[in-house]
């Protein structure tokens, strides 16, 4: 399987078990609270889910936690 389409299904199966919906907005503004550089955009959490795109190595472990 793509290595996109295997984080974005993780990515959303993580979202669920913690009880959040997994939509881009969603992610978009839980990701931006924890995050403390520059702000990820709807269409950069989207690209996420969707796979379209894998985020930096720093972006992945705000989202772990």
Request: charged share 25%.
């Amino acid at each position: 399987m793509n290595e996109k389409i295997e984080f974005s299904n993780r990515l959303r199966d993580a979202m669920t078990k913690v009880g959040y919906v997994a939509s881009p907005s969603v992610l978009e503004h839980e990701f931006n609270l924890r995050w403390y550089g520059r702000s990820v955009s709807n269409q950069v959490a989207w690209g996420w889910l969707n796979n379209r795109s894998i985020p930096t190595q720093e972006k992945l472990q705000v989202l772990a936690e």
